[in-house]
């Protein structure tokens, strides 16, 4: 039985500030992939994108994904790029409900910014570059189990909206 509840989507959709809503409101653990990769490598996502590469990071977070397949009763909160893998989408499909938090690139580009931190987003217009990003990324985004929209909707209204689907769907059982 699925027993975590995953939150994928682009940069800016929410993920994490979301992930901790539901966690609080759960009691559940929260497990943010980018924060996991910071904390294994010691290096800021920025730095480990500068010094060694997206293919190294992308290898430390399949690795950090597969370790995650014991878990249970945890918000994982994914990078937006971590659904790019098909080792790492048929794992979080199998360990949990995936919910993608779909929001439109003119909001993603007023949630991030200049883009600083987001080394996919260096030197460039965020509005463009999360166009582009989304546009080589939905179809993998549209494999989750759920889709969640968050245009004008607070934090804790989407988390309301992903604890009523994981209720639904028998993730979370009812006190």
Not at 1 to 8: P, S, V
Not at 117 to 134: I, M
Request: hydrophobic share 40%.
């Amino acid at each position: 039985m699925k027993m975590n509840l995953i939150l994928t989507g682009p940069m800016g959709s929410g993920k994490s500030t979301v992930g901790r809503v539901i966690a609080a409101e759960l009691g559940w653990e929260l497990l943010d992939t980018d924060l996991l990769i910071e904390e294994t490598t010691g290096l800021s996502i920025p730095t480990l994108f500068r010094e060694k590469g997206e293919r190294y990071f992308r290898r430390v977070e399949q690795e950090i994904i597969q370790g995650l397949s014991e878990k249970t009763k945890a918000v994982i909160a994914t990078g937006g790029g971590a659904v790019l893998d098909e080792g790492n989408r048929r794992v979080l499909l199998g360990i949990g409900l995936v919910i993608y938090l779909k929001t439109t690139p003119v909001v993603l580009g007023k949630r991030i910014g200049r883009g600083d931190g987001r080394p996919l987003l260096t030197g460039k217009d965020p509005v463009v570059a999360v166009t582009e990003l989304l546009k080589a990324r939905e179809l993998y985004y549209q494999q989750a189990d759920a889709v969640v929209t968050t245009d004008g909707r607070t934090p804790a209204q989407i988390a309301e909206a992903v604890i009523m689907l994981a209720r639904r769907q028998g993730i979370i059982k009812e006190d």
